[in-house]
């Protein structure tokens, strides 16, 4: 990750089975999204959030800058234009995921929050894409490779 920057993506279980079956090559967020997502580079890191229950189970990296385009669509709950070209690092299956309470106490961020308001940890993982702190996003990046390598 040196040089690099890292962000929580959202998916739904759905989304992330469409993000799949798609060729898992395009990260999508809705337009209003687009001057966060021009932010992301090649070489940064997408690290996917399963909401639902789920967790962290996958890490993205970039392959190219963000761009506007409505077709071909790849979800069919909305068209998700703004788009990221990306290729797959690591993946859990879903089951596997990256729990929040697995990483709460190592992640400043999740921990202040879920003391200050009890449970408001998670807005930290929506509004995506959301720029995460490198040491953070080493954390989670370092749980996601331990859990896929301990399979």
Same mark, same amino acid.
């Given at each position: 990750?040196?040089?690099?920057?890292?962000?929580?993506?959202?998916f739904?279980?759905?989304?992330?089975?469409? !993000?799949?079956?798609a060729g898992?090559?395009?990260? =999508? !967020?809705?337009?209003?999204?687009?001057s @966060?997502?021009?932010?992301?580079?090649p070489?940064?890191t997408l *690290?996917? #959030?399963?909401?639902? $229950?789920? =967790?962290?189970?996958?890490?993205?990296?970039?392959? =190219?800058?963000?761009?506007? %385009?409505?077709?071909p669509?790849?979800? /069919?709950? $909305?068209? !998700?234009?703004? @788009?990221? /070209? %990306?290729?797959? *690092? %690591?993946?859990? /299956?879903?089951q @596997?995921?990256?729990r929040p309470?697995?990483?709460?106490? *190592?992640?400043? @961020?999740l921990?202040?929050?879920?003391l200050?308001?009890? $449970?408001?940890?998670?807005? !930290?993982? &929506? =509004?995506?894409? &959301?720029?995460?702190?490198?040491?953070?996003?080493?954390?989670l990046?370092?749980?996601? #490779?331990?859990?896929?390598?301990?399979?």
């Open positions: 990750m040196a040089g690099s920057v890292s962000y929580v993506i959202v739904t279980p759905a989304s992330w089975q469409q !993000f799949k079956a898992a090559n395009t990260a =999508g !967020f809705p337009d209003r999204a687009m @966060r997502a021009a932010k992301i580079a070489k940064d *690290l996917c #959030y399963l909401v639902d $229950g789920g =967790g962290w189970i996958a890490a993205l990296r970039v392959v =190219g800058a963000a761009y506007w %385009v409505a077709e669509s790849i979800w /069919p709950q $909305g068209a !998700f234009p703004v @788009r990221v /070209p %990306v290729e797959v *690092l %690591v993946e859990l /299956p879903t @596997r995921a990256v309470s697995e990483v709460i106490d *190592l992640l400043p @961020r921990w202040k929050a879920n200050k308001q009890g $449970g408001a940890w998670a807005a !930290f993982v &929506r =509004g995506t894409p &959301r720029r995460w702190p490198d040491d953070e996003a080493r954390t990046l370092d749980a996601i #490779y331990r859990k896929a390598n301990a399979e």
